[in-house]
């Protein structure tokens, strides 16, 4: 049984392909039409996947959506009644989602067939079910608390469950306009990011600040019977969207969140790309521990409603990779499962298990056990590829490959390493990555100046054999996405300066050799000559999407000042072109 799962119309827009459960390949549209967070219909997504299982679009028995515009709608009713002026507003979102929901007719048109010839049964997946579906059936366990958060989908924030079995029983929905997502937006574009996705930059400047508004800002969001509420007094009115907009060529945009309140209390919001000052910090301080705050207690109340020890989590807030690796000591929950694309591309696989074991009842069998899931390319199209862009390059074995890399990254070269499948999901995990050295003074600033050009307050991250985890990290919890942030032990920081934060973390990422036995290998090759069984692991990206094809690799390769590119066997020296 085929079910291919969309994200469409919506920021992140996806595809996902399942057989009989198993999830064969998944994608989002940014990645293929290089347009950042693209918020269209995922036309290169979806035939990606069809070409990458060999299928037509006839043969797909279901099509699963993860956007249900039916969902919660007297609770969207009931807001747009009690605001008149966004009556028409909630008319024209209505009869643009409803031409959306034909399913069918896009899908026909995007592949240039006749709408009568798809067969498919189709599925409307809430919002938020989906994110918990993403997480729960992809984690090993029968039984878990389900939980999503985000900015705001189909009407609601945050969704609490109870998953057992197939199915996902949902205890508890907190609606719009309440949202930790857009309590958390508001402040980054209070502080000068402003665009879609820039959350997870203003996360890294919190440790930088002081506690100076923790009470100021805990003032904005209200905990209340296990839910919490915004005063929205600090916000302006942003309708039944949450102020998030996508415009007719995909472009995800964010109306200004913030009130004038905010300006009397904390005067003039920062302008993008001015000089970060110590206001600017103390507001990313505040904003994260009252996030951390709320978040902590909900889990609380989800751990007493569900009492089970394993978390399975989703949505965009998901990717706060600092909160998470606090919740162990601050909740009474010992294990996550949280999806790698925690975003809303997530949404696509989410759909899809969904309509497969909850609406179609079929047993689990599969786990997802690693993130590549994405398009691969050939020895042969990658070289070509390589000829035709007039690289000088040799072909290795793989034993010499990941020494001669290995060797590169003991001299602090910077190398970008492109292999096998790439990632699912918003990081680079060892097959579409920039990898060096984690332990060189200046190398942050090498990254920086050369090739990355990120914020000077974002950490680089530490890619680390799970085998040594304990021996580097104060907790033990495995973290395979990147989605969990722990203090490094002290006696490991100087090793570790260049992946080592201001206030003593490390965002890693665990590897274990069943998941990426090549990556796990080129990191025990660099651990064998230096002590170290860690690499800094960045995306293989220069403000742009992370690269998917050899082309892309090689134009970043070529357009920036990196030291060397090992792609597939293939190692090109900038030195040597
Ligand atoms: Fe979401």
Request: with cysteine; net charge neutral.
């Amino acid at each position: 049984m085929l079910i291919l799962g969309l994200n469409m119309f919506h920021a992140d827009a996806s595809a996902a392909i399942l057989e009989d459960g198993k999830i064969l390949f998944a994608v989002a549209e940014e990645r293929l039409n290089r347009h950042k967070h693209y918020g269209g219909f995922p036309a290169l997504a979806v035939k990606a996947c069809l070409d990458a299982v060999g299928a037509k679009l006839t043969d797909i028995h279901h099509v699963a959506v993860g956007q249900d515009s039916d969902a919660n709608l007297a609770k969207k009713v009931q807001y747009a009644l009690a605001n008149p002026g966004k009556i028409l507003n909630f008319i024209k979102m209505r009869q643009r989602k409803e031409a959306m929901r034909d399913v069918r007719l896009l899908l026909a048109q995007a592949l240039e067939l006749d709408p009568k010839q798809l067969k498919f049964q189709e599925h409307h997946v809430e919002h938020h079910i989906a994110h918990i579906a993403s997480a729960y059936y992809c984690s090993p366990w029968e039984k878990a608390a389900g939980f999503s958060y985000d900015g705001s989908g189909d009407f609601v924030s945050t969704m609490m469950a109870r998953c057992e079995g197939t199915n996902i029983h949902v205890l508890e929905r907190v609606f719009l306009p309440h949202s930790l997502g857009s309590f958390y937006t508001m402040i980054c574009e209070f502080i000068g990011y402003k665009k879609y996705g820039d959350e997870g930059k203003v996360m890294g400047l919190a440790p930088y600040g002081k506690d100076t508004f923790v009470e100021q800002i805990g003032k904005i969001m209200t905990l209340k019977n296990g839910a919490f509420r915004l005063d929205m007094s600090y916000f302006k009115p942003l309708g039944s969207n949450q102020g998030m907009q996508v415009l007719p060529d995909g472009t995800v945009r964010l109306a200004r969140h913030f009130s004038e309140k905010m300006e009397k209390l904390f005067l003039q919001p920062r302008e993008p790309y001015s000089e970060i000052t110590q206001r600017d910090m103390d507001l990313a301080y505040a904003m994260q521990h009252c996030f951390e705050e709320v978040f902590f207690r909900l889990l609380e109340d989800l751990h007493q409603r569900v009492g089970d020890e394993n978390l399975a989590m989703a949505g965009g807030c998901a990717l706060n990779s600092v909160a998470n690796g606090k919740l162990f000591a601050r909740t009474p929950f010992r294990r996550t499962w949280i999806q790698p694309a925690a975003g809303d591309e997530g949404l696509a696989i989410g759909a899809a298990l969904y309509a497969y074991h909850a609406v179609l009842q079929q047993p689990r069998r599969e786990q997802m056990n690693h993130a590549y899931l994405g398009p691969e390319f050939s020895e042969a199209q990658i070289e070509s590829t390589l000829r035709a862009a007039g690289v000088k390059y040799r072909c290795m074995d793989r034993e010499p490959l990941l020494e001669a890399v290995a060797n590169e990254m003991v001299a602090g070269n910077v190398v970008g390493w492109f292999q096998g499948r790439m990632e699912w999901g918003p990081r680079a995990l060892g097959n579409r990555s920039i990898v060096t050295h984690p332990g060189l003074p200046n190398m942050k600033d090498v990254l920086n100046a050369r090739i990355k050009h990120r914020e000077w307050f974002r950490p680089f991250a530490p890619a680390i054999l799970a085998d040594a985890q304990h021996e580097y990290f104060e907790h033990d919890h495995p973290s395979p996405y990147m989605l969990h942030v722990y203090k490094i032990r002290p006696k490991k920081r100087k090793s570790l300066c260049a992946v080592n934060h201001v206030d003593d973390t490390g965002r890693l990422q665990t590897v274990t050799r069943d998941e990426n036995p090549l990556y796990y290998d080129l990191i025990k090759t660099f651990g064998q000559k230096t002590g170290l069984p860690i690499i800094l692991n960045t995306s293989f990206n220069e403000n742009e999407p992370i690269v998917c094809t050899p082309a892309e690799a090689i134009d970043c390769f070529q357009r920036t000042k990196m030291d060397v590119l090992a792609i597939g066997p293939f190692l090109a020296r900038k030195t040597e072109n």
